[in-house]
């Protein structure tokens, strides 16, 4: 099946030092699987997984300073 049936998003999940992570999936808990794949336990529990952002790409220029 190709990737352009399945639409994915980016998103911006909310640390607890105030910082950003970026994510994208097809849905906010589809990109926390994909962080729990990339990132260590010690770095998901700094998420606060209910606090995200849904961006699109042209977007992504305005967060870049809010990453970490």
Known sequence: ??????????????LKNGKKKLAY?????DALEILRVR????EMNELL???YLKI???ELQQYVGELG
């Open 25 to 29: 999936g097809q849905s906010p808990e």
């Open 56 to 58: 699109n790409q042209r």
């Open 39 to 42: 990132l260590s336990e010690e």
């Open 49 to 51: 997984t209910g606090h």
């Open 1 to 14: 099946m190709s990737s352009f049936s399945n639409p994915h998003f980016m998103y911006l999940f909310s």
